[in-house]
């Protein structure tokens, strides 16, 4: 016991000295920029512009969550279920993201639904529409472009559900007649519960703390926590309303897990 205590202890060292002591910072900021006590989480928590801030990022990492999930489970079930080919072409269409950054796939979704951009360009060509279609600076920008993002991550949990499916339920299954539709509601996706459940939890822990994407494709029109954070701290220096937004966001969030996970632990049992 104790040599695996000696390995474990320079890794929590390292994670307290990273994560920890930053963080008590924060929580001390909180409470005391610009004045001691608890001015700034009751601003926080009762004027209209940091609650709608809060309210807009909880309820878009919710639909950028389900959009993610729900596109990368077809997703994986093409590579994990498909025929060899389709397999290699999707595994390449998963990795090749990893490879570009944020900011790249940002601006190349902005030149792809600017005014002036390429679908509305070619909608416009195609006669489909008379005038230019206000895609970026608004909510469903920031969705489209967090979605692309988030949705590799959220393929790997649910590869290593499918893959641990046993084979001989469904081909049990199919054996007693049910249909393939029949078979996929009711015994395969019941199947692959867990990462129904550990896909979202990914990817909403992702999306809560995003800043370039809602930045550049909502343009100042769909501000999120993390934007709102950063104008307080650069641009309208109250670091104290910054650190108290922090720390209810992060309890928030540290909230929802806890609850998701307990809910997960009940499916699992």
């Known amino acids: 016991m104790r040599p695996v205590l000696f390995l474990i202890c320079p890794v929590l060292l390292f994670l307290g000295a990273s994560y920890l002591l930053p963080f008590l910072g924060i929580v001390q900021l909180s409470f005391t920029d610009p004045d001691p006590g608890l001015a700034q989480y009751g601003r926080v928590l009762t004027e209209d512009l940091p609650l709608g801030v809060i309210w807009r990022t909880l309820r878009l990492c919710v639909m950028v969550t389900a959009v993610s999930v729900s596109c990368a489970y077809v997703i994986t079930l093409l590579w994990v ?45 195609m006669g489909l529409i008379d005038s230019a279609i206000q895609m970026t600076r608004n909510e469903f920008a920031v969705v489209i472009g967090m979605s692309h993002y988030l949705i590799p991550f959220a393929v790997f949990p649910l590869a290593t559900a499918m893959r641990n499916v046993d084979e001989r339920v469904l081909t049990a299954a199919d054996g007693m007649g049910a249909s393939r539709l029949r078979i996929f509601w009711q015994v395969f996706l019941p199947m ?62 540290g909230g929802i897990l806890y609850i998701l996970m307990r809910r997960y632990g009940e499916m699992a049992k």
């Open 81 to 125: 279920r498909g025929s060899p080919l389709v397999r290699s072409v999707t595994e390449l269409c998963i990795m090749i993201p990893f490879w570009i950054s944020v900011l790249s796939r940002a601006f190349g979704w902005l030149s792809m639904l600017s005014n002036r951009g390429l679908l509305n360009t070619w909608l416009q060509d």
């Open 192 to 253: 692959t519960a867990s990462g129904i459940m550990g896909a979202p939890l990914l990817v909403f822990v992702f999306s809560i703390g995003f800043y370039v994407t809602p930045a550049l494709l909502g343009g100042g029109q769909s501000v999120l926590v993390a934007e709102l954070i950063y104008l307080w701290i650069f641009q309208i220096p109250q670091w104290g309303m910054a650190a108290a937004m922090s720390v209810v966001l992060m309890l928030a969030v």
